[in-house]
């Protein structure tokens, strides 16, 4: 018994190991990807419409789960079903009981998502991670109004610290001299040999043929293929961004909880990427980007980075069915701090990040406060307080008051043993854990009785 027990330890561990690494490359990968796809080169001299990504993953997301779920449910009948009375069930199973109540939560994934694109085409890889990391706070503020969660004081002075480390992130570190920033700009980008020197001649001609003779749209140009950061509206993005995915982890949360019958796993992903795609195409696509997209086509911009965010961003809400079955709030966090490191160390050497004092300093203090959320509190000298003492008594009556009962403390914690017939009055045995046999008459004693 012992050795099973071992190994299925192990195997719950590297579950939790597996969860753990799963959540890491996902936050770091999509990060790192949407920033990045956000700033490099045109395709064609075109960029990506961020509405098509956020509908196509989540069309992706949609027949994964659907594929899942049908598969969950050829489980369950019998094998003879026909297809359409499979997919009816499906239907049914989808559109039945409270689904209405997943529309508010899939709009908001989808605003988070949107805002997403906006923040990270605006700010740096590893400035967002450390700002989204707000999120917990507004976790915790609708887990209060919603679910009516107790929030200790010891969290609420954790998120204060939290927020001020994300403050010191967001500080602007020394400008340099403009003067020296163009200089450098000047000399990094001129041409060094005859082929460069090609090079730069042809991309300036294919430049000059978009336009006319005159060149009015330099400036429109030079935006696309180089856009410029904006910290202000990035840090805005970002915190909109963590408030309604927030929002929507809470309500989702609700939703499940107030649920009377039990609705699998499978079936909740279907029914948030339905009520996210409508809103994702109706909304992004036709009414915000539609004269953009009718202009220079769906798929324009799209190279292998863009598909490959795409099917990552999709993926992971398989990979967080399975974070949440075999991850807990300490291999997320670990996830969390490992994907804040290697998004650092990514922006240092792709997107040259110029890690600063206060950076620094915010980004440690941030990830402590994440870790100390979550953990138990610590006691000074290692030792707890102890429990309450524990009180034995029993339902035995008293000859004079028959309604009498023993009465304990309210905060103690008594163990109460019920009396046995067999039992007499001298042996209860009530000073040990074990009560005493009953005491048998000799075989003597028995005949003279008998005589």
Not at 64 to 93: G, K, N, Q, Y
Not at 413 to 421: A, E, G, R, Y
Request: glycine share 4%; with cysteine.
């Amino acid at each position: 018994m012992a050795q099973i027990a071992q190994s299925s330890s192990g195997t719950s561990s590297l579950w939790r190991y597996a969860a753990t690494a799963l959540l890491t490359v996902q936050y770091t990968a999509v990060v790192m990807l949407l920033h990045y796809s956000r700033v490099m080169p045109t395709v064609g001299g075109k960029r990506y419409v961020p509405s098509t990504a956020v509908f196509l993953a989540e069309v992706i997301k949609l027949a994964i789960s659907m594929t899942a779920a049908l598969h969950e449910l050829m489980r369950r009948v019998p094998s003879s079903m026909p297809a359409t009375s499979l997919l009816f069930s499906l239907f049914s199973s989808v559109f039945s009981g409270d689904s209405w109540k997943m529309a508010l939560p899939a709009i908001l994934y989808t605003l988070a998502n949107s805002l997403q694109y906006i923040a990270l085409s605006n700010l740096d890889a590893a400035t967002f991670q450390l700002t989204y990391q707000v999120k917990l706070l507004f976790v915790t503020v609708f887990g209060l109004l919603l679910l009516q969660r107790n929030v200790p004081i010891r969290n609420w002075a954790l998120l204060l610290f939290l927020a001020a480390g994300v403050a010191l992130v967001q500080l602007p570190a020394q400008a340099p001299d403009p003067i020296v920033a163009r200089r450098n700009r000047v000399l990094t980008n001129f041409p060094g040999s005859v082929r460069e020197w090609k090079k730069f001649r042809e991309a300036a001609a294919a430049r000059m043929i978009k336009r006319s003779a005159t060149y009015e749209g330099i400036e429109e140009d030079l935006l696309l293929e180089h856009p410029a950061l904006n910290s202000s509206l990035g840090l805005l993005a970002t915190l909109c961004a963590s408030a309604a995915s927030a929002a929507a982890a809470t309500l989702f949360e609700r939703v499940v909880r107030d649920n009377t019958t039990q609705t699998s796993l499978w079936v909740r992903n279907v029914q948030l990427a339905i009520y996210s795609a409508f809103p994702a195409f109706f909304i992004g696509i036709v009414f915000f980007d539609g004269q953009i997209i009718t202009k220079q086509g769906f798929f324009a911009g799209y190279n292998w980075v863009v598909w490959l965010l795409v099917v990552i961003q999709a993926v992971g809400g398989v990979g967080a069915a399975f974070s949440i079955k075999h991850a807990d709030i300490v291999e997320k966090n670990s996830a969390a701090a490992a994907s804040i490191l290697l998004s650092t160390v990514g922006s240092l050497l792709l997107f040259d990040l110029e890690l600063s004092a206060n950076f620094a300093i915010g980004a440690a203090v941030v990830v402590a406060a994440i870790f100390l959320f979550e953990s138990p509190p610590s006691y000074f000298g290692g030792t707890r307080p102890r429990p309450p003492p524990i009180r034995i008594e029993t339902y035995d009556k008293d000859e004079n008051d028959a309604k009498a009962s023993p009465q304990s403390p309210p905060n103690d914690f008594s163990i109460k043993l019920p009396t046995t017939p067999l039992l007499s009055a001298d042996s209860q045995g009530l000073s040990t854990s074990r009560p005493q046999s009953p005491v048998q008459p000799s075989r003597a004693g028995a005949s003279r009785n008998a005589e």
